[in-house]
């Protein structure tokens, strides 16, 4: 049976060179990096090489990189240390509300602890209002964390305003979660004018377990680790040289090859985009249209009729790998937080499902997507009451929006 991984915002396949820059630091130079004989230095010298491409990937400094064990630690290190070391300033925060919830998730935690959140809507496209933002901003506002890209929708966030409008209208430190799209699409974070700033190397043909927050120079911070001077005292702990030494591999290739990459899984994912709404009927695309708003590679569509659960299992019985923008929690189906967020139907939501290519990906894989995805959404309707109640009488059966998402839920964003 042919084996097609889609989900590759869930996690990509190593690139091989990744790999070779790894295998030394497991069982020839592995030294801890904080002792001064000579296994040490070379190892230490592998985390400085590191921390320079990647550093050298978004533009910023060597001395900016903290480097963490996942984009998860990043932004939660981001958001309560950040939020931590300002709040003598005030105790106002600002997030969108199709943020990752390693980005939700603490700022309910920092609401606990005395913090006012403001969770800013987003339009149909998923695009935060401008207007919302300037609205939001207040004196006592510390902090805003606007995600760069969505990993489930593709739309990708005009960062660059967004952040002019806080340095006008503020002084709150701005932080980006750009996992999803650093090492994708070209990412600047001086250019973008954030002050911190998450990726990851687990999406990007890197390991798992190294990732990396940019830290403007004079930007406060408290540590949420506590124990040695590991990355300049801001995150303790044995680095892990091997994956850091293969993440700063990943950023270098990533530099050098995102244009060709890019423009491949771009082309590829606009005949799915393309194709796949005249095969089906009732088929509707989330997120931002195909162009330069969208991640390249990254299709999300929901098919009316049917839940996301069985055509994500169906397809992974045809050897199609992807991710359901549904949950099933208690027998309940629900949509993400994200297609909620963005006032999606909830019968038409809980149908959806997320493709997003890699530079591993053919045509002749997409083909086999083509052929295979009709039939099964065909099978899937013949056994839907909804599907039947519509063809016999014309009228749909409709959900409102959904408003209260589980945080605890599982979307394929959870693999940070």
Not at 270 to 283: D, G, H, Q, T
Not at 296 to 308: A, D, Q, T, Y
Not at 331 to 341: E, G, M, P, Q, Y
Not at 345 to 366: C, H, M, P, R, W
């Amino acid at each position: 049976m042919k084996q097609i991984y889609l989900d590759n915002q869930s996690n990509t396949k190593i690139d091989e060179r990744v790999f070779n820059a790894m295998k030394p630091y497991f069982f020839e130079s592995y030294g801890n990096p904080q002792s001064i004989y000579s296994l040490g230095s070379i190892s230490k010298d592998a985390v400085e090489k590191a921390r320079k491409e990647t550093a050298g990937l978004i533009g910023v400094n060597p001395n900016e990189i903290i480097f963490t064990s996942c984009a998860t630690e990043s932004n939660n290190l981001a958001v309560k240390g950040i939020a931590q070391a300002y709040k003598s300033s005030g105790k106002h925060i600002i997030v969108s509300a199709i943020e990752h919830f390693s980005v939700l998730n603490p700022v309910k935690r920092l609401e606990q602890e005395g913090f006012e959140i403001t969770y800013l809507p987003v339009d149909s496209q998923g695009f935060i209002k401008e207007e919302e933002l300037q609205k939001a901003l207040r004196n006592d506002t510390v902090l805003v964390s606007i995600q760069h890209a969505n990993p489930e929708i593709g739309t990708i966030q005009n960062i660059k305003k967004l952040a002019e409008i806080v340095k006008k209208g503020s002084k709150a430190v701005f932080h980006t979660d750009a996992v999803a799209s650093c090492g994708k699409i070209y990412v600047n974070a001086a250019d973008l004018g954030v002050d911190a700033l998450t990726i990851a190397g687990s999406v990007m043909y890197g390991p798992k377990g190294a990732a990396a927050l940019y830290l403007k120079k004079g930007v406060k911070i408290v540590p949420i680790l506590e124990g040695g001077v590991q990355e300049n005292s801001k995150r303790a702990g044995t680095e892990n040289v091997p994956a850091i030494a293969g993440f700063g591999e990943a950023c270098r290739i990533a530099k050098e090859e995102m244009a060709k990459t890019a423009d491949d899984m771009t082309r590829l994912s606009n005949i799915l985009i393309a194709e796949l709404p005249k095969k089906i009927e009732y088929i509707y695309l989330n997120g931002a249209p195909q162009g330069e708003n969208r991640l390249p590679g990254n299709v999300n569509f929901s098919i009316e009729f049917v839940e996301g659960e069985a055509l994500f299992l169906m397809l992974d019985a045809k050897g199609i790998m992807a991710a359901s923008g549904s949950a099933c929690a208690n027998k309940n189906l629900k949509i993400s937080h994200v297609l909620s967020a963005m006032n999606v139907d909830v019968a038409i939501g809980q149908g959806s499902i997320l493709f997003t290519l890699s530079k591993y990906n053919t045509k002749e894989e997409i083909d086999y997507v083509l052929e295979v995805f009709p039939d099964i959404v065909k099978r899937l309707r013949e056994m839907s009451p909804l599907y039947s109640h519509f063809v016999k009488t014309g009228e749909r059966m409709k959900a409102g929006p959904r408003t209260d998402y589980d945080e605890h839920e599982h979307t394929e964003e959870d693999n940070y």
